[in-house]
């Protein structure tokens, strides 16, 4: 069983910077996808960044040259390092993993809450 921690989240004014952690219980990032989601209050889950196994990124466009996303083999962590927020990306942000298996197979963290605001 795949376990995922986040951390770092917080509040932040308009325009900041924050850094999201994910810890993982083990070498899991050749085996599967990493990503990161939000849920806004009132929205539906959406995914904002993914990396693959091969460590190749991807983005939402609503956060396309704000947010990065990158892991750190050794430590079995996975990042996201959230610039120039803005109040809409106030969420709680989850991290998740999934092996692309049938049916594919999801394992999410707890979740951190995000508040953009002055």
């Known amino acids: 069983q795949v376990h995922l921690v986040e951390s770092g989240g917080g509040l932040v004014q308009p325009g900041g910077s924050l850094r999201l952690s994910c810890a993982t219980s083990?070498?899991?990032?050749?085996?599967?996808?990493m990503g990161w989601y939000r849920r806004a209050p009132g929205k539906q889950r959406e995914l904002v960044a993914g990396?693959?196994?091969?460590?190749?990124?991807n983005y939402a466009d609503s956060v396309k040259g704000r947010f990065t996303i990158f892991r750190d083999n050794a430590k079995n962590t996975v990042y996201l390092q959230m610039n120039s927020l803005k109040p809409e990306d106030t969420a709680v942000y989850y991290c998740?993993?999934?092996?692309?298996?049938?049916?594919?197979?999801?394992?999410w963290g707890q979740g951190t809450q995000v508040t953009v605001s002055s």
């Open positions: 083990g070498n899991i990032f050749s085996i599967g996808v």
């Open positions: 998740n993993w999934r092996q692309n298996l049938v049916p594919p197979y999801d394992s």
């Open positions: 990396l693959t196994s091969g460590g190749s990124p």
